[in-house]
Structure formats: structure tokens, C-alpha cells
């Protein structure tokens, strides 16, 4: 991590909602929340929480370099919506094969 530079990663103990438009894309009681210096928390859900049947991929990627290259899904009315690191930086691996939402009114802990 650079110079100042911190992540952490918890297991979140609360029941996490993503809704988009009035339909629940993601539900899970085993979210983890990443902390990142500089950014919010973040939720990062199991696959097998999240409505995948609804998102259809992106051609966009990103790079972080504390965290590796991202892959994004959209919905029909939010590009890019959610994302994920197929392939994690090792300091950051528990977040591998979970997705994340963008918060605009998309997560609320139930």
C-alpha cells in the first residue's frame, strides 16, 4: 500500500438491499465492507446474492492499483452500475467473486 494508504475488509453483520428503481437487485447477510482511504465504505456482495440474471456486462474496466482491474455491469437505465474484481490483489482477495454497487440510492442496510 502506498504511504498513508489503508484498506480494510470486514464481514458486515447487518442485512444489505440494493434497490435500483424499485427493484431489488441484491440481498445478503454475508456483504463484506471495504473501507479505502479516501472513499466510502463500500459494500461487496456474493454473486450468489445478486440478481445477475438482470445485469448484463460492460466493456468497461478500471484500475486501482491496491485492488486490481475492475469489470462492470449495467442495467438498461444505469451504465455501469456494479462492479467487481474477477481477479483481486492478493492484500485484498476476500473481495473475489463479489460485486458492488454504486451508492445512489442502490444500498441500505435493513
Known amino acids: ?49 445478486v440478481r445477475l440474471d438482470l445485469l448484463t456486462p460492460s466493456e468497461t474496466h478500471s484500475y486501482c492499483p491496491f485492488k486490481g482491474t475492475a469489470s462492470y455491469w449495467s442495467l438498461p437505465d444505469a451504465a455501469d452500475l456494479v462492479w467487481a474484481y474477477p481477479e483481486p490483489k492478493p492484500e485484498v482477495a476476500q473481495i473475489k467473486d463479489h460485486l458492488c454497487f454504486y451508492e445512489t440510492e442502490t444500498v441500505e442496510t435493513v
Do not use: F, K, W
Request: charged share 25%.
Open 1 to 49: 500500500m502506498a504511504e498513508g494508504h489503508t484498506i480494510t475488509i470486514e464481514q458486515n453483520t447487518e442485512r444489505v438491499r440494493v434497490v435500483h428503481g424499485g427493484q431489488v437487485l441484491a440481498e445478503s447477510t454475508r456483504a463484506l465492507v471495504l473501507r479505502e482511504t479516501g472513499c466510502p465504505p463500500r459494500y461487496y456482495l456474493p454473486a450468489e446474492d
